[in-house]
């Protein structure tokens, strides 16, 4: 069981290049998250998804685009990278009841380290 | 806006020792309350989960508890070893809606001293 797989686990980008982060789960979990994480601020929630085809905008989402075309993945796009966006990006999943919380643990990938020049 | 504060924001302590982690959070109207481990490089790994109606959850030698109506979290660790060296982060749900959207404390980062 692999649970939450993220890929690619580091990068470096050049200021104003893009790419993708993806995650994908095997929990067949409805809900996923994007969170970055940077030094003395905690996690911030960037982009979430309730289900297949559904998205909507965390806390930071400004520079970040995501999609959900199948429900195991989640995808991260960084349209024109900059150096702000330097961070590590976790991706996370949980289970839903009946399209609300199930109030159940939620589990985290391993890290994407993303650092922008 | 729900705010999580954790203190301290380090700790080092000798093995052996138990240690009591702090975290507090501004809106008490919580579905839940999470701690999780992260260690160097790594994700976050799931140690504790307490309902809003719960007091206190108990894994081996981790103890959390929660007074909501004061919006205050304790972690417990019991006869720490240098193994529990890590960064600890609890995280609040709020109350039960479309999506869970947790915010975050900065953490604690505790060493174990041999």
């Known amino acids: 069981n692999a649970g939450v797989t993220q890929t690619p686990k580091f990068r470096v980008l050049k200021t104003g290049q893009s790419m993708t982060l993806l995650c994908a789960q095997d929990m067949n979990h409805e809900y996923m998250y994007w969170y970055r994480q940077d030094p003395g601020m905690g996690l911030r929630l960037i982009h979430y998804?309730?289900?297949?085809?559904?998205?909507a905008k965390g806390e930071v989402p400004d520079g970040y685009n995501v999609s959900r075309l199948k429900k195991q993945n989640f995808l991260l796009g960084l349209e024109s990278a900059a150096p702000s966006q330097t961070s590590v990006y976790f991706c996370a999943s949980s289970y839903s009841v009946g399209g609300q919380s199930s109030g159940n643990t939620i589990y985290f990938g391993e890290g994407s380290w993303l650092t922008v020049v | 806006k729900q705010e999580v504060t954790q203190i301290p924001a380090a700790l080092s302590v000798p093995e052996g020792e138990n240690l009591v982690l702090n975290c507090s959070f501004t809106d008490s109207a919580i579905y839940n309350l999470q701690w999780f481990r992260q260690d160097p490089g790594k994700g976050l790994t799931s140690l504790l989960l307490?309902?809003?109606?719960?007091r206190e959850q108990t894994s081996g030698r981790l103890n959390a508890s929660l007074d909501k109506s004061s919006g205050r979290s304790t972690l417990y660790i019991a006869a720490s070893q240098p193994g529990d060296s890590a960064t600890y982060l609890c995280?609040?749900?709020?109350?039960?809606?479309?999506?869970?959207?947790?915010?975050f404390g900065t953490g604690t980062r505790l060493a174990v001293r041999p």
């Open positions: 998804s309730v289900g297949e085809g559904t998205t």
């Open positions: 995280a609040v749900r709020p109350q039960k809606s479309s999506g869970d959207k947790l915010t």
């Open positions: 307490i309902q809003s109606s719960q």
